[in-house]
């Protein structure tokens, strides 16, 4: 006998139509969880106590030398490249709000036009190209990680911040560049910690990076 609101015979066992489970491990690449927002924001912590040392200010450059680079490196580095930069942009905010976050205890809208305000885009930039150079490593070498960091730390923040403080500051752009290079030799020892740094943390706790690749506690250094 067939009914007819169901149309199935009676007597027949009905399947059950499921959907199935997303498989164990599988994260978005924008996925936040309560473990990352604390990442994030223990990072960008980071990045502001690095800044309390103090800024060094060379003669006849306008923008000083602070440690806060290493923690945008390290922010890439071992958070990726979404949350890393997120982790910049949260620091930024609240350089922005007015928080004396930046080296030397300054604050507010005022840091975002001057000089140094190049600099400070690019280090978002910086820690996005960092973190997306070391998620597309194999392994997490200390070589692996230096060329990330000498890329995205450097190199990418130079190409943020040498133009704008040609143009805010009217110094032409090759003489900008040149007094640039001073900055150098500070940038690649922090970027020789970032990486050695990096290297012992997924060492010691694979988990620290947390990427949405599912695999990634298996590329880690033997």
Known sequence: MTD??????????????????????????????????ARVATFAALIAALGMPGSVALFG???????????????G???????????????????????PVLAGGRGGLGAFVGPSAGYLVGFLAGAAVVGWLVDRLRRVTFGGVLVACVVGGIAVVYAFGVPVQSLVTGVPLATTAQLSLAFLPGDVLKA?????ITVGVVRAYPAARRTGRPAAADRTAS
């Open 4 to 37: 007819a609101s169901t149309g199935t015979t009676a007597g027949t066992p009905r399947t059950a139509t499921t959907t199935p489970a997303p498989a164990a491990g599988t994260r978005g690449p924008l996925a936040l969880d309560a473990g990352d927002a």
């Open 192 to 196: 020789l910690a970032a990486a050695a």
């Open 61 to 75: 450059n306008a923008v000083p030398i602070t440690l806060q680079t290493l923690g945008v490196m390290l922010a």
């Open 77 to 99: 580095t071992i958070l990726g490249a979404w949350r890393g930069a997120l982790a910049v942009a949260t620091f930024l905010a609240l350089a922005a709000a007015g928080l």
